[in-house]
C-alpha cells in the first residue's frame, strides 16, 4: 500500500541549511508536496514538484526528487528562527483519484 | 489566504451526541476535503468531495458522514461521537485536485 515517511525530528543551527527528507511507496504518484505547519495553526503549502521533474528551487526552498528512489527532500537555505515548525510530505496518487497521502511530519527545531 | 473558513473552532461535546463540523469557502473550489490530525498520525484523510453531491469515503471514514449540497460548504458529521474522535480537524480546499490543496485554521473536538 501507499506509505510515506519521515524522520520526526530535525535540529539546526540558525544560518544553517535544513535539509528535510521524505521517502514514499507509490510509483504512480503525480505530485509531491511540501507544507508547513506552526504551532495551532492550519497546514500552509510550501511548494509542490511534478513526478516528472528533478529539482525545484523557489527562493530559500529547494525540493530535490530522485525518482528511482522514490526520495524527496526540501532544503531550506538560510534557516530563521520563523522557519520552526512542523513540515508535511505529501503525495497525490493518480489511481486513487489524486487522494493526498501524508508523513507524519517533520519537526524542525532552530538552535540559536 | 484562501478563503475557507471552518466552524466552529472549538468544542467539547458528550458522548454519543451527534456532532456537526462546517467548512465554509468562497473561492468556489471544486474539491473539498476533511482531515484529522492526531499525534504521530500526521493527517488522515475522513471524507472529500469531488462536486455538489458527490463525496467518497477516505482512510478513516467509520462513524463519520459528510453532505455537501452546496460549492461552497462542506458538512462534516459525528453521527454518535465517542472519545476515539478527539482529535483537531481540518478542511481543505483544491480548485483542481492536483496543485495543492489550502487549509482551514482547524477544529479543536473534545469528547467527553
Known amino acids: 500500500g501507499e506509505d510515506v515517511e519521515q524522520s520526526l525530528f530535525l535540529s539546526v543551527r540558525e544560518g544553517d541549511s535544513s535539509v528535510i527528507n521524505c521517502t514514499y511507496t507509490d510509483s504512480s504518484s503525480t505530485y509531491l508536496y511540501w507544507y508547513k505547519q506552526e504551532p495551532g495553526a492550519g497546514l500552509q503549502l510550501l511548494t509542490y514538484i511534478f513526478s516528472n521533474m528533478d529539482m525545484k528551487q523557489d527562493q530559500r526552498l529547494t525540493v530535490l526528487l530522485n525518482k528511482k528512489d522514490k526520495h524527496l527532500s526540501l532544503r531550506i537555505a538560510d534557516t530563521q528562527t520563523g522557519d520552526s515548525a512542523i513540515y508535511f510530505c505529501?503525495?497525490?496518487?493518480?489511481?486513487?483519484?489524486?487522494?493526498?497521502?501524508w508523513g507524519a511530519g517533520t519537526k524542525l527545531i532552530i538552535k540559536p | 489566504d484562501a478563503g475557507i473558513t471552518q466552524s466552529p473552532r472549538h468544542k467539547v461535546t458528550e458522548t454519543g451526541t451527534p456532532v456537526t463540523l462546517r467548512c465554509h469557502q468562497t473561492e468556489n473550489h471544486r474539491y473539498m476535503y476533511w482531515y484529522r490530525q492526531d499525534p504521530g498520525h500526521g493527517l488522515r484523510l475522513i471524507h472529500y468531495?469531488?462536486?455538489?453531491?458527490?463525496?467518497d469515503k477516505g482512510e478513516v471514514s467509520d462513524g463519520y458522514s459528510v453532505s455537501r449540497s452546496k460549492t461552497e460548504d462542506f458538512l462534516l458529521t459525528l453521527e454518535s461521537a465517542t472519545s476515539s474522535q478527539t482529535s483537531v480537524y481540518f478542511c481543505a480546499i483544491s480548485e483542481t485536485g492536483l496543485l495543492g490543496a489550502f487549509f482551514g485554521q482547524g477544529t479543536r473536538l473534545t469528547v467527553v
Open positions: 505529501a503525495e497525490s496518487i493518480a489511481d486513487s483519484n489524486y487522494q493526498l497521502i
Open positions: 468531495s469531488y462536486g455538489v453531491k458527490d463525496t
